[in-house]
């Protein structure tokens, strides 16, 4: 066991990986996007689980370092702001899913997506000519578990953004055109 560290394969290309994770009934989730610099598996190191919580698959080209739990948890100890980086990472994780979980009880899907869509472009977004991609590959059935919804109710709900030209579609992409009307629709509806 140990923990995993994302590293771009190719110096200056996209890392995307996702962690997804199946319920009981076996619905899968998408539950975070990691990119290059992310740490996977520092809760099973924390508390030395043997069973995983997730799975991890890899959507672009990547390396991953392996640090074994032993040395992971020596290094934090020599290092406190260390301890102080993973803490805050696995605090924007909390922070994160709790966004999510009031979003689910709070919104419609259309502003569900819109406030994940928001937030996967403040964090991984890459700013063109076009307007802003959001730097991972999702397609609309991934949006969906994302924002606990169906991909046919993704497809309506993006389908409105289009006709606003807040956004525009592509296979396994999105792109958002006005990144300052896509923030109001987050905030109006």
């Not at 977004?125 to 991972?136: I, N, R, S, Y």
Request: positive net charge; aromatic residues 4%; glycine residues 8%.
């Amino acid at each position: 066991m140990g923990v995993f560290l994302l590293k771009s394969a190719v110096s200056g290309s996209a890392v995307c990986a996702k962690v997804t994770r199946v319920a009981q009934n076996g619905s899968e989730a998408l539950i975070g996007v990691r990119v290059a610099g992310d740490v996977i598996g520092e809760g099973a190191a924390l508390r030395q689980d043997l069973i995983r919580s997730a799975t991890v698959t890899a959507c672009t080209d990547l390396l991953v370092q392996v640090i074994e739990r032993r040395q992971f948890l020596a290094y934090l100890d020599r290092n406190p702001e260390a301890w102080h980086a993973l803490c805050a990472l696995i605090t924007d994780r909390l922070d994160w899913a709790n966004r999510r979980r009031a979003d689910f009880a709070a919104y419609d899907v259309k502003v569900r997506l819109v406030r994940v869509l928001l937030e996967l472009a403040e964090t991984h977004g890459v700013p063109g000519p076009l307007g802003v991609d959001l730097g991972v590959a999702v397609s609309q059935e991934e949006l969906g578990r994302l924002i606990g919804a169906k991909p046919d109710a993704v497809g309506v709900a993006l389908k409105a953004l289009k006709a606003k030209g807040l956004v525009t579609a592509r296979y396994r992409g999105v792109r958002i055109r006005d990144l300052e009307s896509l923030r109001r629709t987050a905030d109006d509806d």
